[in-house]
């Protein structure tokens, strides 16, 4: 763990930007508090790595496995055209994936999602949880 890791230290500069779904077996799974895409999530691996080549063959499993549920309860829930996985790590040096449903005809249809829109969709809390429980029913 950094102190500067917001992942690790779980402040205000994580829940200003996502709000927990669920704790999987090796991470956390957040629904982005940005609804651009309806249910962009993040899965945050749970101890500080910055590579998926840190984690041991049993970690990158788990961890596989918790992306693989996190998506399909994602899909279950919004019916999505196409799931978007992404890994950037620049800013944010903690391993962690942005897991995007996107639509056909829909926002950046074809093309990566943008990371930081400058018009972000922001909901109610009564929408936000919501969302979430919709998700935790399908994990």
């Given at each position: 763990?950094?102190?500067?890791?917001?992942?690790?230290?779980?402040?205000?500069?994580?829940?200003?930007?996502?709000?927990p779904i669920a704790d999987l077996s090796t991470s956390t799974f957040y629904?982005?508090?940005?609804?651009?895409?309806?249910?962009?999530?993040?899965?945050?691996?749970?101890?500080?790595?910055?590579?998926?080549?840190?984690?041991?063959?049993?970690?990158?499993?788990?961890?596989?496995?918790?992306?693989?549920?996190?998506?399909?309860?994602?899909?279950?829930?919004?019916?999505?055209?196409?799931?978007?996985?992404?890994?950037?790590?620049?800013?944010?040096?903690?391993?962690?994936?942005?897991?995007?449903?996107?639509?056909?005809?829909?926002?950046?249809?074809?093309?990566?999602?943008?990371?930081?829109?400058?018009?972000?969709?922001?909901?109610?809390?009564?929408?936000?949880?919501?969302?979430?429980?919709?998700?935790?029913?399908?994990?």
């Amino acid at each position: 763990m950094t102190d500067s890791c917001f992942y690790c230290e779980k402040d205000s500069r994580l829940t200003n930007l996502m709000m927990p779904i669920a704790d999987l077996s090796t991470s956390t799974f957040y629904l982005n508090k940005d609804q651009t895409h309806i249910g962009r999530s993040i899965l945050a691996f749970n101890d500080h790595k910055r590579e998926l080549f840190e984690l041991s063959s049993i970690e990158r499993e788990r961890f596989m496995e918790d992306v693989a549920n996190a998506a399909k309860a994602l899909q279950n829930t919004f019916h999505s055209s196409k799931l978007n996985y992404a890994i950037y790590g620049d800013l944010v040096s903690h391993l962690h994936f942005h897991i995007v449903p996107k639509y056909e005809n829909g926002e950046e249809w074809g093309g990566a999602f943008v990371n930081a829109p400058q018009k972000k969709k922001r909901l109610s809390e009564a929408e936000y949880e919501q969302r979430i429980q919709a998700i935790q029913n399908q994990l």
